[in-house]
């Protein structure tokens, strides 16, 4: 079962999820961290900034993987996850870069590249803590729904829906790449514990979905009710339908 935490504001859902983080990383300095991008997580890492800032957290041992990057995309275009994390996180706390890693969205051959990252993860002391935001078509990462679902770091189609959404961020829809390297569902439920964060009425159908007793294909997220230690921490507008 999800565990629910419905909190009043943005604000809120910021300041519960960063201390989730920080508690993580205060008792084990080496922790691996699952990264989201988006507008959701956009706040909590302006609180793990400040933290830093305030000599209350150290980054300097943890790793992390990202959960997605567009394909293909230039490290330098910034609508890149690569250019978000640097210019939303990385660039401003004490984390060693070697130590974070993005789905490369440069690389020459993407079936190579998710082999490469799954590895990777595979090889690594495993997630300890997944950080999830949610389309509002109830997608995580960029598994979109289907009837059927990809386990492992896969290349995959953006549906209309997800190219209409993301399109706020570019000039305009056309400019939205139509695909993505994403963790598979696997990959996911393969962390330890995950956190996911909603806000906003435009996340409430998602939302409803996460608290019933059914799973659905055509709502990836809630495949996370199998998961043993996931929390959804949202805002009332997301959790009332
Ligand atoms: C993007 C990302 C997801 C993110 C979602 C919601 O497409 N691939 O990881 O959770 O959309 O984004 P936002 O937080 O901006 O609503």
Same mark, same amino acid.
């Given at each position: 079962?999800? @565990?629910?935490?419905?909190?009043?504001?943005?604000?809120?859902?910021?300041?519960?999820?960063?201390?989730?983080?920080?508690?993580?990383?205060?008792?084990?300095?080496?922790?691996?961290?699952?990264?989201?991008?988006?507008? =959701?997580?956009?706040?909590?890492?302006?609180?793990?900034?400040?933290?830093?800032? $305030?000599?209350?957290?150290?980054?300097?041992?943890?790793? $992390?993987?990202?959960?997605?990057?567009?394909?293909?995309?230039?490290?330098?275009?910034?609508?890149?996850?690569?250019?978000?994390?640097?210019?939303?996180?990385?660039?401003?706390?004490?984390?060693? &870069?070697?130590?974070?890693?993005?789905?490369?969205?440069?690389?020459?051959?993407? *079936?190579?590249?998710?082999?490469?990252?799954?590895?990777?993860?595979?090889?690594?002391?495993?997630?300890?803590?997944?950080?999830?935001? &949610?389309?509002?078509?109830?997608?995580?990462?960029?598994?979109?729904?289907?009837?059927?679902? &990809? =386990? @492992?770091?896969?290349?995959?189609?953006?549906?209309?829906?997800?190219?209409?959404?993301?399109?706020?961020?570019?000039? $305009?829809?056309?400019?939205?790449? =139509?695909?993505?390297?994403?963790?598979?569902?696997?990959?996911?439920?393969?962390?330890?514990?995950?956190?996911?964060?909603? $806000?906003?009425?435009?996340?409430?159908?998602?939302?409803?979905?996460?608290? *019933?007793?059914?799973?659905?294909?055509?709502?990836?997220?809630?495949?996370?009710?199998?998961?043993?230690?996931?929390?959804?921490?949202?805002? @009332? *507008?997301?959790?009332?339908?």
């Amino acid at each position: 079962m999800i @565990k629910v935490i419905v909190c009043e504001n943005y604000e809120e859902i910021s300041k519960k999820s960063a201390e989730i983080v920080a508690k993580q990383i205060n008792e084990k300095a080496d922790s691996i961290l699952g990264l989201a991008t988006g507008s =959701t997580p956009v706040g909590m890492y302006k609180e793990l900034i400040e933290m830093n800032k $305030s000599g209350k957290l150290d980054f300097s041992k943890v790793g $992390s993987f990202n959960l997605d990057e567009y394909y293909p995309i230039k490290h330098s275009d910034d609508q890149s996850y690569y250019y978000f994390m640097n210019d939303n996180l990385f660039a401003h706390i004490n984390i060693d &870069i070697a130590n974070t890693n993005i789905p490369n969205g440069e690389a020459e051959d993407a *079936d190579a590249e998710c082999e490469r990252y799954e590895k990777l993860i595979d090889e690594s002391a495993g997630i300890d803590l997944q950080i999830l935001g &949610i389309g509002h078509n109830g997608h995580i990462g960029f598994n979109e729904p289907d009837e059927k679902l &990809i =386990t @492992k770091t896969h290349l995959t189609a953006l549906t209309e829906d997800t190219i209409m959404a993301n399109s706020r961020f570019f000039a $305009s829809a056309d400019e939205v790449p =139509t695909a993505a390297i994403t963790m598979g569902m696997e990959t996911i439920m393969k962390a330890k514990k995950i956190i996911l964060l909603a $806000s906003g009425k435009n996340k409430s159908d998602a939302v409803s979905m996460l608290t *019933d007793n059914y799973i659905d294909t055509s709502c990836p997220a809630t495949l996370l009710k199998l998961h043993p230690d996931v929390t959804l921490i949202c805002d @009332k *507008d997301a959790f009332l339908k």
